[in-house]
């Protein structure tokens, strides 16, 4: 395998509804398929891998253990959300009605609400597609980035430049 100066492998997983500890075993077993000696122990662990020559280490995107970059999104919201949050409603009804959402499906859900109802202007949702939308969000005052449920995040990536 070439890896063409790579001195660090980052992996950036979603909990899911499986968990932190269970993703953590996923990623192990899938790294044993380069290298059968690398184990993670814990995330934003640095371990050496000298079958690959590199540092690996693993970060996993969650909120209280479970979830992914939607509902960690969702935590770190900035405004006013009553459109979005009117989706709790919306997922009654659906129950009432013996219809499914998981909850994956509705944070993802949430985040688009958010995105184009509680946070774009009239004239912004003329131009939608491209004015409320994740890539769009990102550079508006919605999210709040000083959350403390990002501080585990902030420090894998801030790793990459200290390991």
Not at 8 to 17: E, Q, T
Not at 78 to 91: I, M
Not at 152 to 159: G, M, R, W
């Amino acid at each position: 395998m070439e890896k063409r100066g790579i001195e660090k492998i980052g992996i950036l997983v979603d909990a899911d509804n499986k968990g932190v500890q269970e993703r953590l075993t996923l990623v192990n077993e899938s790294l044993k398929t380069f290298d059968g000696a690398l184990c993670i122990e814990r995330v934003n662990q640095w371990v050496d891998s000298q079958t690959l020559g590199v540092k690996v280490s693993c970060h996993i995107l969650n909120v209280d253990g479970y979830g992914e970059l939607e509902t960690l999104l969702r935590s770190i919201k900035n405004r006013d959300s009553t459109f979005a949050d009117c989706l709790a409603a919306w997922e009654e009804c659906l129950r009432g009605n013996n219809k499914e959402i998981t909850n994956k499906e509705l944070d993802k859900f949430w985040v688009q609400i958010y995105q184009r109802y509680d946070s774009c202007s009239k004239k912004e949702k003329k131009q939608a597609g491209r004015k409320c939308d994740l890539k769009a969000s990102l550079e508006k005052d919605i999210w709040d980035f000083s959350s403390p449920r990002l501080d585990e995040l902030k420090f894998f990536l801030k790793s990459f430049d200290t390991i």
